[in-house]
């Protein structure tokens, strides 16, 4: 097995999330003991933000490291425990909402994959990019 940023480059889907990451100076805390769930967004989900989004949030590291941990959760959880509970405390301070209905949803993202275990947690796969409040 590998850790959450490995397995996420050998996915060869989540380019983004990982230059992101890169560029937020998050790859050594994401390759840390953790355990952390991540969910992580897919190439498709980023390409789904307006016109200019990836590009501001790489210009703006602040942001982009509250963006970043946001889909960041202590502790691994996985989809079973995630059924049971309806928010969750992200890295970055706010919460999330888990809904149920037609599968798991994350503040609204679909859970296209889940239980992607990893030596230092687990992914899973989600179809947008979730926001903080700002």
């Known amino acids: 097995m590998s850790d959450i940023v490995d397995t ?11 230059a992101a990451v890169q560029a937020a100076g998050l790859v ?22 307006p016109a200019g989004t990836v590009e501001g949030l790489l210009a703006d590291i602040p942001r982009l490291t509250a963006v970043l941990t946001y889909h960041v959760v202590a502790g691994k959880v996985m989809a079973a425990d995630a059924m049971k509970v309806h928010s969750a405390k992200t890295v970055q301070g706010q919460d999330i909402t888990i809904g149920h209905e037609g599968g798991v949803t994350i503040n609204g993202a679909k859970v ?16 947008s990019v979730i926001l903080p409040k700002s």
């Open 8 to 18: 996420a480059v050998a996915a060869g889907s989540f380019k983004t999330l990982v």
């Open 28 to 49: 050594d805390t994401l390759k840390s003991a953790g355990p952390f769930t991540v969910f992580a967004p897919t190439d498709a989900a980023f390409a789904k933000l």
């Open 112 to 127: 296209t994959q889940a239980d992607i275990v990893c030596d230092n947690g687990v992914i899973h796969v989600i179809d």
